[in-house]
């Protein structure tokens, strides 16, 4: 996913960028950075590896160096930014969240104007470097802001940092979030607004679907109206937000809560003890536990926040290494218990696999898996989420080619969304079985959308269900 952090004040920021961005980490594992620009020394960035090391470890040493009144930085599980960018716009570093889908023919436009794009180990282009060269195209930053977003095929939030303030736009459809808090003499935007919270700042709004602000130390001020015709990204609240997330107005915590309660109505088992899966499963499960009034346990936890997620290692079996070893049992919390596990999703399914086989082997009577989420479909368009994933990984798609065998196509697939069809409960079958569960039992797509008590159609459900 990756996340991003900026910060106008009118003393230096560093302290609050620093921290701003680290609030961030939980968004990503692989590349951080941050660029600061200071009257004096001018701008200054440092991007640094962070798989083998958290962000404060690697910053810390910035902290103390870098100075500044303005600054971004950002979290990022792909591209190395901030970038730094010398144009006829004049000197400015930019920070990008989303994913660019036709990518390969915005490049081949570009080159043909004699530019030229460095490539990333494996061919790629670096996605923030495409936006740079994209609103290079205009004679300034808000009409070459609203170009990028009008020709990207997929997402692009961003932050550009100049020498006169921050610009801060927001994705076209509101896929990602931006929000903005103040306090004396400094403002921020930020991808979650908790980050700021712990620094002395105020909630002021989040930015609109489309909406293009400049941040100063003063505030914030539009430059280019917003809409609220938004598809804003649902699994935010099942997945990637922080149980301290606020998404529109929707607390990631009680969101939850009211999903595992949804889930909870519908089932019909009487296990034991009801355990989540750290970290996302944990607010889900409490939320079943206090609407079924079945005991919630903590039969295993995790070693470290820190751990990498199982959906990101781009090796099988790293993967596999780390759905094993990851969460730790408590084996007399375990042994001859019926439990019930709820987790945010089933991806591949090998972390829920590995799991339910060690649950078992320390003495579990039964394990029913209960995901927070409706079974996956389609690979996310829209944010680099799955990048790493084909949609042939996900485990409904292999289970649908098995069943069909050579009918397996695109229009087939659909016929296994409907969760009260014959199909679908014959791939839950399959999946179960294969995951070696005692019982299995999705959410709802349309308790999950309830759950939100948001307006059903601002809400990005294409993985789910393939609806753009």
């Known amino acids: ?20 961005v680290d609030y961030h980490s939980h968004l990503g594992t692989r590349r951080a950075g941050l660029a600061v620009y200071d009257e004096e020394d001018g701008f200054e960035k440092a991007i640094h590896n962070i798989e083998n090391s958290p962000f404060r470890t690697k910053f810390t040493k910035e902290s103390t160096s870098m100075h500044g009144c303005m600054g971004i930085g950002c979290i990022s599980d792909f591209e190395a930014q901030p970038i730094l960018v010398r144009s006829h716009h004049g000197t400015y570093a930019i920070v990008t969240v989303g994913k660019i889908n036709n990518n390969e023919e915005i490049v081949e436009k570009i080159v043909k104007d004699k530019a030229h794009f460095f490539e990333m180990q494996g061919g790629g282009i670096n996605q923030t470097e495409l936006v740079a060269a994209i609103i290079n195209q205009k004679d300034n930053f808000i009409d070459g802001i609203k170009h990028a977003q009008n020709i990207i095929d997929g997402s692009i939030s ?13 994705d076209k459809r509101g896929r990602t979030p931006i929000s903005v808090g103040q306090k004396e003499g400094s403002c921020c935007a930020s991808f979650e607004s908790f980050a700021y919270l712990n620094l002395g700042y105020s909630p002021v709004r989040e930015l609109k679907a489309g909406e293009i602000c400049v941040v100063t130390s003063d505030g914030i001020k539009t430059l280019v109206d917003g809409t609220d015709d938004m598809k804003i990204c649902t699994f935010l609240w099942v997945y990637y937000g922080y149980p301290s997330s606020m998404y529109e107005g929707l607390s990631v915590e009680r969101m939850r809560y009211r999903c595992g ?11 034991d003890v009801v355990a989540g899966v750290p970290d996302s499963g944990v607010a889900h499960a409490i939320g079943y536990a206090n609407e079924s009034g079945i005991a919630y346990s903590r039969p295993f936890v995790k070693y470290t926040t820190n751990w990498p997620r199982p959906v990101k290692p781009p090796h099988q079996d790293k993967r596999n290494l780390i759905a094993k070893m990851k969460l730790l049992p408590i084996k007399n919390l375990i042994e001859g ?35 927070a989420c409706p079974p996956l479909f389609y690979g996310c368009k829209y944010l680099n989420f799955s990048r790493s994933t084909s949609e042939m990984e996900l485990i409904t798609r292999r289970v649908i080619q098995k069943l069909e065998g050579d009918a397996y196509d695109e229009e087939t697939v659909k016929e296994y969304i409907d969760p009260d ?26 308790d999950m959308l309830a759950a939100t008590h948001l307006d059903p159609d601002k809400l990005c459900t294409y993985c789910w269900d393939g609806r753009e």
Not at 350 to 369: K, N, P, W
Not at 423 to 446: G, W
């Open 1 to 20: 996913m990756g996340g991003f952090f900026g910060v106008a004040s009118n003393e230096d920021c560093v302290f609050d960028l620093f921290f701003g």
């Open 158 to 170: 961003m932050l550009i940092l100049t020498k006169k303030g921050i610009y801060a736009a927001r």
């Open 261 to 271: 309660q949804a889930i909870a109505r519908r089932d019909n088992v009487k296990p």
């Open 337 to 371: 218990k019926s439990l019930l596990m709820i987790d945010d999703s089933i991806v591949r399914g090998t972390q829920l696999r590995e799991t339910t086989e060690y649950l078992f082997a320390s003495g579990a009577t039964q394990v029913h898996i209960r995901p």
């Open 421 to 446: 069809g014959e199909k679908y409960a014959a791939m839950n079958e399959e999946i179960r079985k294969e995951l070696k569960f005692t019982t299995l039992r999705y959410q709802r797509l349309d």
